[in-house]
């Protein structure tokens, strides 16, 4: 069986705390639905905080890998996100979120936000919060399931359309296979800490996105290794985006950033924003 060959790499662009590695303009059109990711490792007690922003069209699946962030949303739900928690906004047809580290923790927050692109079935539907812990996240061996199913452990998160997105952590020199479904034609990763063999080329700190095909991808770790994976079935939309929103369509667009506005106006009532 022919080996998975890597199609791209990239380290990002980097803006202070925040490393962008894929956009939607970009790397977002060739691995949707996955669209869009940021690794975030910044100084807690620098306190920055994302201020209130609102989303349509698509869920961001925010990975905590250190550190305790406060979050809120415009569906009434607030509190911590801890260490290996993570976070489902469904934006739909509008939702407005902030986040801040816990004035109290010292150390980092660090982690990654992801987006998905929202099929068009869902992409204008009521919004959807949900906060995982740590302990309700599947693990089988190295890797947490954070979207989808491996072997025999199914994330709690919903399956909004053919996909895996797992959490993984390897020692030096271990190996590891991902095995992905044959009908599958998107995979890629992103390595947090560390570096690996894969696919005859040494990565480290970088996303790279392999070509289509049902083969088995093997890697080894050199050092301590931390990264995300994602694989999919292709996401058959064009992205059409406006400033936070991605849809399928324009007219998708402009509904859901009246949403937004609609949202906005009962925040702005409330004294948030």
């Known amino acids: ?7 791209h790499r990239t380290h990002g662009h980097s803006h202070g705390p925040i490393t962008r590695l894929v956009s939607p303009g970009d790397l977002g059109e060739l691995i ?6 940021d690794s975030i490792n910044v ?9 209130w922003h609102p989303h349509s069209g698509i869920v961001t699946v925010t990975t ?19 260490a290996g928690a993570v976070e489902w906004m469904q934006a739909g047809g509008g939702v407005w979120h902030t986040a801040s580290p816990v004035a109290d923790i010292s150390g980092r927050i ?24 740590p302990g309700k996240i599947p693990a089988v061996g190295p890797v947490r399931v954070i979207i989808g199913e491996y072997l025999d452990a199914i994330s709690p998160l919903p399956q909004i359309s053919p996909m895996i997105y797992l959490h ?7 190996l590891w ?21 894969v696919s005859g080329e040494t990565l480290s700190n970088e996303v790279a996105v392999f070509d289509s095909g049902s083969a ?36 998708a667009l402009r509904i859901g950033e009246e949403g937004i506005q609609m949202v906005g106006k009962k925040l702005k009532s409330q004294g948030k924003i």
Do not use: C
């Not at 100084?43 to 201020?51: N, V, Y």
């Not at 905590?64 to 801890?82: H, P, Q, R, W």
């Not at 994976?229 to 292709?234: D, N």
């Open 1 to 7: 069986m022919n080996e998975r060959r890597i199609i």
């Open 32 to 37: 949707k639905p996955f669209i869009f990711l």
């Open 43 to 51: 100084d807690a007690s620098q306190a920055m905080a994302f201020g």
């Open 64 to 82: 905590i890998f250190e550190g305790n962030a406060g979050y809120e949303d415009s569906t009434g739900k607030e509190g911590v996100l801890g």
């Open 110 to 133: 660090h982690g990654y936000q992801l987006w998905l692109a929202l099929p068009e079935a869902l992409e204008n539907t009521l919004p959807e919060s949900i906060y995982v812990d």
């Open 168 to 174: 993984v952590r390897l020692a030096d020199g271990e």
């Open 177 to 197: 296979t991902f095995d992905p479904p044959a009908n599958h034609d998107v995979l890629w990763l992103a390595i947090d800490q560390g570096s690996m063999s």
């Open 216 to 251: 088995p991808l093997t890697l080894q770790a050199h050092g301590e290794v931390n990264f995300v994976l994602g694989s999919a079935v292709k996401h058959p939309h064009p992205l059409v985006t406006g400033y936070y929103s991605v849809h399928t369509t324009k007219e």
